[in-house]
């Protein structure tokens, strides 16, 4: 089992840029596929970046390709979410997830889930 804690968010403004971690508990980080989600009031929990174990896979939503990067440090037991370029439209809690056998680009696939960071951004 894996515990997950967001940290980094923040309010900022349109154009800004956020550096969201996701730091995780237990030796076994570096063998979980992690994804970053998001939940907008009133709406649906969405995908917005993937990352396989050794980080040398990546996955994007459209609506953020270009502008976030995903990224982990295994020794760390920790995974970045930078964003840049910021829109309102990005204002959402942000939730951290694990998968110890795929990597989650669904809510379905994930195992374990953090608490959430807030992140809003003003126009």
């Known amino acids: 089992q894996v515990q997950l804690v967001e940290s980094g968010g923040g309010l900022v403004q349109a154009g800004d840029s956020l550096r969201l971690s996701c730091a995780a508990s237990g030796r076994t980080f570096s063998t979980y596929a992690m994804g970053w989600f998001r939940q907008a009031p009133g709406r649906e929990r969405e995908f917005v970046s993937a990352?396989?174990?050794?980080?040398?896979?990546?996955y994007y939503a459209d609506s953020v390709q270009g502008r976030f990067t995903i990224s982990r440090d295994n020794a760390k037991n920790t995974v970045y979410l930078r964003m840049n370029s910021l829109k309102p439209d990005d204002t959402a809690v942000y939730y951290c997830?694990?998968?110890?056998?795929?990597?989650?680009?669904?809510?379905?696939?994930?195992?374990?889930w953090g608490q959430g960071t807030q992140v809003t951004v003003s126009s």
């Open positions: 997830a694990a998968n110890s056998n795929r990597i989650p680009r669904l809510v379905s696939l994930a195992q374990y």
């Open positions: 990352i396989n174990w050794s980080g040398g896979t990546k």
